[in-house]
């Protein structure tokens, strides 16, 4: 409870009219409650109102609720040059976890999405296995800002387009869903000038669906078909489906892939940047799906 | 059937105001329920914390919350209705129910503080809640831009 309490308690005895208790008096626990109800941002915000409020937005009651039930777990696969998750505050790894992490080299990320609280994977195309993908008569790699790797895979043209992945990670207990991020037509920007759509000439054979699956651990098996002809020149999320996860302590192991391996005619003019796998609850928020 | 022998207790405010609630209501504050378990109930119990205006409406919403006729709704329906008090009376009750370690109610208190705070900016807020700022101006400046992750 503390001092500020019981000079409180001191105060309204001795005083006939005791001034009006003042928020800042409250223990710093009390304030650290009340400062656990709101979002982040506004944690952040209010911790500037005074040393006291500061003091108390430290603590990691405040923090504790904010982070995915299996942080500790997390810390230890992502943190591993620290040490211990004992020597960090819960603030610092829910701050540490809000910024994307790279793991498997540089490959793959995963972050906490501040407005949802739910853990988001990205995978690079690098990190996928691609038929083809060192042939350059088939694929070639392009250095972009449009991907948060900063390197997409184009399809130049071949008859076999065949991508697989795979993954293995804990989780936490929700449902999520899994997408691949494509683009018909390449852009391409000149220094100074806006983005330009060009090459849409070069692309053909997407008149014939592509096939995605996942599978997950759990034993949950989707596979679907979908028409890539949407607008071209434009990113676009393909969902592939979505998966449970029951247990945020064992990991989930996840296999998914993309394919248009029907030999009658070539495909030509795919953009391939990565595999995202979001929260059900994040999709819904993030409304670009 | 409830039983007609219902066990109560004397709770007394810091005004020597004594107040008779039944056991299994009162036990919801952690630090009456310890007392209760450890067999140190003296009778009775002295709250020298809690004047009395302020344990009576700690009772109040602790008698409302024991009901087991009541549904989860129309028990929120009175937690909207009960913190509908000046800002002072909440300081107060927040204050009680840290000291009675009241988890039900502390948790309503606090959430409508934290609405009464947030969307406001850091000046409006010292403002409406009259809190001084005792940075100086190099470490508000610190202050500010401290957690640029929170924002993104």
Redesign the interface.
């Given at each position: 409870?503390g001092a500020g309490?019981?000079s409180?308690?001191t105060e309204?005895?001795t005083v006939t009219h005791p001034s009006?208790?003042?928020?800042?008096d409250?223990?710093e626990?009390?304030i650290a409650?009340?400062?656990?109800?709101?979002?982040?941002?506004?944690?952040?915000?209010?911790?500037?109102?005074?040393?006291t409020?500061?003091q108390a937005s430290l603590a990691d009651v405040v923090w504790a609720s904010k982070l995915p039930e299996n942080h500790e777990i997390l810390v230890k696969k992502l943190f591993s040059e620290e040490g211990s998750s004992e020597s960090l505050s819960k603030k610092e790894i829910f701050?540490r976890l809000?910024?994307p992490i790279p793991f498997s080299g540089d490959t793959k990320e995963v972050w906490l999405e501040?407005s949802s609280r739910g853990i988001c994977v990205a995978i690079s195309w690098k990190g996928l296995k691609i038929t083809g993908i060192d042939d350059r008569r088939y694929w070639t790699h392009i250095s972009t800002d449009e991907s948060r790797f900063h390197t997409i895979a184009y399809l130049q043209q071949m008859w076999w387009l065949e991508v697989e992945g795979n993954l293995e990670f804990e989780f936490p207990a929700g449902n999520y869903s899994l997408f691949f991020r494509l683009q018909l037509g390449r852009a391409s920007k000149r220094r100074g000038s806006r983005r330009i759509i060009n090459n849409l000439e070069q692309v053909h054979g997407w008149n014939k669906p592509v096939q995605f699956q996942l599978a997950s651990s759990n034993g949950e098996h989707v596979a679907s078909k979908c028409y890539l002809n949407e607008a071209a020149g434009k990113w676009m999320h393909y969902h592939v489906g979505d998966f449970v996860v029951e247990n945020s302590y064992i990991p989930t192991k996840l296999n998914f892939s993309m394919a248009q391996i029907d030999c009658t005619h070539t495909k030509a003019g795919l953009c391939l940047d990565s595999v995202f796998i979001f929260p059900i609850e994040t999709v819904n928020k993030l409304k670009q799906f | 059937m409830s039983s007609s022998e219902e066990r109560k207790l004397i709770l007394k405010s810091?005004d020597n105001e004594e107040f008779v609630v039944k056991e299994s209501s009162a036990v919801q504050c952690l630090t009456i329920k310890n007392l209760v378990e450890d067999r140190c109930v003296s009778d009775p119990i002295p709250l020298?914390?809690v004047?009395s205006k302020i344990l009576a409406l700690v009772i109040e919403f602790m008698e409302k919350h024991a009901e087991t006729t009541l549904s989860n709704s129309e028990k929120k329906e009175f937690d909207v209705e009960f913190v509908k008090k000046p800002f002072?009376d909440l300081?107060?009750l927040?204050?009680a129910a840290?000291?009675l370690d009241f988890r039900e109610l502390?948790?309503v208190l606090?959430?409508t503080?934290?609405?009464q705070?947030?969307?406001w900016s850091?000046e409006e807020?010292?403002e409406k809640?009259?809190?001084?700022?005792?940075?100086t101006v190099e470490e508000?400046k610190a202050?500010?831009a401290?957690?640029p992750?929170?924002?993104?």
């Open positions: 409870m309490f019981s409180l308690a309204k005895k009006n208790p003042n928020i800042s409250l223990p626990s009390c409650s009340i400062l656990s109800c709101l979002e982040p941002s506004e944690i952040c915000k209010l911790a500037r109102l005074n040393k409020f500061h701050s809000c910024r501040n | 810091s020298a914390n004047d002072d300081l107060e927040i204050l840290n000291y502390m948790d606090c959430n503080c934290a609405k705070m947030e969307n850091v807020v010292r809640f009259n809190i001084q700022n005792d940075y508000e202050a500010r401290e957690n992750w929170a924002f993104e």
